[in-house]
């Protein structure tokens, strides 16, 4: 399983980007996907995760209202479309995939990760 992450890049505040994550080689219908980010020193957090029902199984206080997260389930590539975007929001952003349905609360619970994009606002 491969997963690729693009999109990041510098945003002045209020801006937008719109991530993607496209994936290869994943064969099970309807895994859950997620969205996490990391700054140096800190721990992974969890963005946004969506079960293998296209439901969007989680989606963090912090980007409530600023962030979307959107699957291709034909395709298994995740979107995360962030809007208004804070300082605070400057991170390493990574696609997560695990080969269930539901969503586990835990990064180490994901077993595939992309490499990650970095955002900067």
């Known amino acids: 399983v491969q997963l690729v992450e693009s999109g990041g890049g510098s945003v002045q505040a209020e801006g937008s980007l719109r991530l993607s994550c496209v994936t290869n080689?994943?064969?099970?219908?309807?895994?859950?996907m997620g969205w996490f980010r990391q700054v140096p020193g800190k721990e992974r957090e969890r963005v946004a995760t969506?079960?293998?029902?296209?439901?969007?199984?989680y989606m963090s206080n912090s980007v409530k209202g600023r962030f979307t997260i959107t699957k291709d389930k034909d395709k298994n590539s995740l979107y995360l479309q962030m809007d208004n975007l804070k300082p605070s929001d400057t991170a390493m952003y990574y696609c997560?995939?695990?080969?269930?349905?539901?969503?586990?609360?835990?990064?180490?619970?994901?077993?595939?990760w992309g490499q990650g994009t970095q955002v900067t606002v």
């Open positions: 997560a995939v695990r080969l269930n349905t539901g969503c586990p609360v835990l990064p180490v619970d994901f077993p595939y």
């Open positions: 080689g994943i064969t099970y219908r309807g895994p859950c």
């Open positions: 969506m079960d293998g029902d296209g439901r969007i199984d």
